[in-house]
């Protein structure tokens, strides 16, 4: 156990819909990272959050955005969902002032869009 | 593009010492080589990590060759249970460290 929440498990969601993934860092990380993993393929880096703000995106569009709130717990939205957007989304925590420190991994939201 | 060079599967019997290479050639002096898995449907889960020495940790062994050109990940008595998909990864700490993840090797352990 990595110590890092994530939820729903699984979601289905229509087209053009939005949706709202939810995670909860290892306790006493403070850095929140997203990613999209598409079947076969392996993680993709979205964007990761410290302090509060976005500070390294990945090349996904803007209808990926997050939010991290004071607790460090972090969300990942996206708006107008395609097919395309099927996939399992992984938060991962980390210390950010620690050099070669050990990032962890959730087990991911399984999100399918139809 | 991810900086790392692994074989796309390998097979070892269990309880023998499953031996993952890998290659970085191209990885900067501040770049530690980081090794996760994938078990089918579950998130990463980390193994081990270094920056020039060997480590050892309770799962697994990582050899680091002199240049830091290649290393090999060491489960000493691989059980069915290792069966996954292993990455290795490059990755600079530059404040927001992100892990770019290649293709990895599915390994297989066989009865």
């Known amino acids: 156990d990595a110590g890092v929440t994530q939820s729903p498990t699984h979601l289905i969601k229509t087209r053009g819909q939005q949706v709202t993934l939810r995670c909860s860092p290892k306790s006493g990380h403070d850095t929140v990272s997203w990613y999209q993993q598409a079947l076969g393929q392996g993680p993709q880096f979205i964007f990761q959050y410290y302090e509060e703000e976005e500070r390294q995106r990945g090349n996904f569009p803007d209808r990926f955005s997050g939010h991290q709130f004071p607790n460090y717990s972090s969300e990942l939205n996206v708006n107008a969902l395609l097919l395309g957007d099927s996939a399992l989304y992984l938060c991962a925590s980390s210390l950010v002032d620690r050099s070669g420190n050990t990032i962890y991994f959730g087990e991911g939201s399984w999100l399918t869009v139809v | 593009d991810a900086k790392t060079t692994q074989p796309t599967s390998m097979d070892c019997a269990e309880g023998r010492a499953a031996n993952l290479p890998c290659n970085h050639s191209t990885i900067s002096g501040n770049e530690y080589v980081y090794w996760y898995r994938q078990i089918h449907s579950q998130g990463p889960q980390y193994i081990i990590h270094g920056l020039k020495n060997n480590e050892t940790n309770e799962m697994a062994s990582l050899i680091i060759t002199e240049d830091r050109k290649s290393s090999t990940l060491i489960l000493p008595h691989a059980t069915l249970r290792d069966t996954a998909v292993y990455y290795c990864?490059?990755?600079?700490?530059?404040?927001?460290?992100?892990?770019?993840f290649g293709q990895g090797t599915r390994l297989t352990i066989n009865p």
């Open positions: 990864i490059v990755s600079i700490f530059q404040g927001a460290q992100k892990l770019v």
